[in-house]
């Protein structure tokens, strides 16, 4: 019997969340020394599900409220081996390829400031994230104007020249 049920992610205004999964203890740290060294303005929180053994929600970070962020939906997807960060002063863009290099990341779910859902597969053994929701159904295809914003919006943003 599998049930699935929905996660509601907190995302407050100016942050973002990156949801993934890893698959050792050492997660924590190594997760922390990649976003603090990414720079020098950064705030973020980390919670890991562990597995096996105590089974406990280890967290770092340096900033206390995203740590509690952190935590807290950590919890609430209840999903083993799952690491939830938060991140301020930062988008997911600077540091997402940096987080996947970790060796012990596994994959990521979701990188985002949109209204986000997590789908989680509960079984006899535990439970597991099997997807994300991310934002809201498209509303149509974009057209010249809406492409002319796109890309005012990169370059304003310092990502294209």
Do not use: W
């Not at 053994?125 to 934002?135: F, K």
């Amino acid at each position: 019997m599998v049930n699935i049920d929905v996660v509601r992610i907190d995302i407050p205004e100016g942050t973002n969340v990156i949801i993934g999964q890893s698959h050792f203890i050492k997660t924590v740290e190594d997760l922390y020394e990649t976003l603090a060294s990414s720079s020098p303005t950064i705030k973020f929180g980390i919670a890991f599900n562990e597995a096996s053994g105590k089974r406990l929600v280890r967290f770092d970070g340096n900033d206390d409220e995203l740590i509690k962020l952190a935590i807290d939906n950590a919890r609430r997807i209840g999903a083993g081996h799952t690491f939830v960060i938060y991140i301020k002063n930062a988008y997911p863009i600077n540091v997402l390829n940096r987080i996947k290099n970790v060796e012990e990341v596994v994959r990521i779910f979701a990188a985002t400031s949109n209204p986000l859902q997590v789908l989680v597969a509960e079984t006899d053994q535990g439970r597991g994230v099997i997807g994300v929701v991310d934002g809201y159904t498209p509303l149509g295809v974009e057209g010249d104007v809406d492409i002319k914003e796109r890309k005012d919006i990169l370059r304003k943003f310092g990502y294209k020249r």
